[in-house]
C-alpha cells in the first residue's frame, strides 16, 4: 500500500463531483494530492444515497493509489448524518463540513466522527476533520474554529459563498476576496493549522497560475481545485523549484557564514540578508526536504 502523503506537504486539494463514477474513478491521475469526494454543492440531494454507496470501494481505490482520501459532507443539521453514516465505512482520511461559522459545527462533527470510529472498528481519534469557511461571520471566527477540535489538520477558505455573502462581484483576478484570504492564512497560521486556499473557479490556465502565484507570495501552501487539470499547476507552483532551492542554499550558508565572522547581516546577490530572510530560506529548504524524503518513502 503506497504510503499517504501528510496533510502538511499535501498542495492540491481537488473537489470533485460525488455521484460521477467516471470522474471520481479517473481523478487519481490528475495528481492532486488530496482527493475529496463532494456530497453538498456537487451532487443534487437524490443523488446522494448513489454518492454515499460509492465510498467505501472509491476511498479504498483512492488510497491504493497512494492520494489522500476525503470527504465533504453535508451540514449536520440536513443531510450530513446520513452522509457520514454511509461514507465512514471507507474510513475516510479527513472529513470537511461546509458552512462552518461557529466552533459548534466543529466539535459536533467531532462527536459524530467519533461515534462512527467506533461503531466500524476505525482507530479512534485517526479521522482527521477539514472546516470549510465560507461566510464573514465563519472568517472572523477562524482562529477559534480551528482549535475547536484536535482532529482540526487543516482549514479551506471557500469563494463563491464567501462573495455571495459579502454581496462582492467575482473576477478572475480575485480582487474581491483579496482580503478575505489574507485574514483566513493569518487565522491559520496562528492556530497551527493548514491554510488551504480558495479555488479558482475560471477555467483557463493562465489565471490558476496566476492566482496561485499570488496566493504562494502570500505564504499559502495549499489550495482547493475544481478542476482536476488545475493540478499540475497547482502542485508545481506549491513546491519549491530547483532554483529556489540554490539559492535558499546560497542564502543560508552567506548568512551562517557572515555569523561566524560576527556580523549580523550579510549582503547576497544586491540585497541584505537579515534573520527573516535566513529563516525563511531555511523553512523552504525544510519543506523541500520533507517533499523529497517522502518521494524516497524515508
Known sequence: MPRLRPARLCRSWLLLEGANEAVLSAAPKSGADVLIQELEDFT???????????APDLYAAWRAAGRMVGVRVNPLDQDGMDDLAAVMRGAPDIVGLPKVAEPFHVT???EAVTRFERDYGIPEGSTALLPNIEFARGLV???????????????LMASEDMAADLG??????????AYCRQRFLVECVAAGVVAVDCPYT???????VRDTRWARRLGYVAKSLVDPAHAPIVNGILSP????????ERLVVAFDSARAA????????????EMPAY???????ARHQAMQAFERGD
Open 108 to 110: 459536533r462533527l467531532d
Open 262 to 273: 560576527g556580523q549580523g547581516r550579510v549582503e547576497l546577490d544586491g540585497a541584505l540578508v
Open 44 to 54: 443534487p440531494p437524490e443523488l446522494r444515497p448513489a454518492a454515499r454507496a460509492l
Open 241 to 248: 523549484s530547483a532554483d529556489e532551492v540554490r539559492r535558499a
Open 168 to 177: 462582492a462581484e467575482r473576477g478572475p483576478d480575485g480582487a474581491e476576496l
Open 141 to 155: 471566527q477562524t482562529g477559534v474554529i480551528a482549535k475547536a477540535s484536535r482532529r482540526t489538520a487543516a482549514c
Open 279 to 285: 529563516m525563511t530560506a531555511k523553512r523552504l529548504l
Open 202 to 208: 475560471f477555467s483557463d490556465a493562465d489565471g490558476v
